[in-house]
Nanobody, 116 residues
């Protein structure tokens, strides 16, 4: 079973930056897609950014401010020019396969709070 461990959340003022990290307990060779989601209070969990074989994708609201990157079995989310509406719990997600067995793993979530 693949486990993901997140770090890097916190409290920051509007306009500030944070970098989230997520490390997997398996080799990067077993991971196909790395994704960041976020969930604001009372809202559904929404897609933020993904990276698959080096190709990145972002939700429109974070384009130009957030950058997703990878390093072996880790994925990062660099968040700049943060706004109060970026406040949410951020979750990393990785999909891949261990041999013939697919996995869809989630991190524990990390709180990001942006004050105005």
């Amino acid at each position: 079973q693949v486990q993901l461990v997140e770090s890097g959340g916190g409290l920051v003022q509007a306009g500030g930056s944070l970098r989230l990290s997520c490390a997997a307990s398996t080799s990067s060779a077993n991971i196909n897609t790395k994704v960041w989601y976020r969930q604001a209070p009372g809202a559904q969990r929404d897609f933020v950014a993904s990276i698959t074989r080096g190709v990145t994708n972002y939700v429109d609201s974070v384009k130009g401010r957030f950058t997703i990157s990878r390093d072996n079995a880790k994925v990062y989310l660099q968040m700049n020019s943060l706004r109060p509406d970026d406040t949410a719990v951020y979750y990393c997600n990785m999909k891949g396969a261990l041999g013939s067995r697919r996995f869809d793993a989630w991190g524990q979530g990390t709180q990001v709070t942006v004050s105005s």
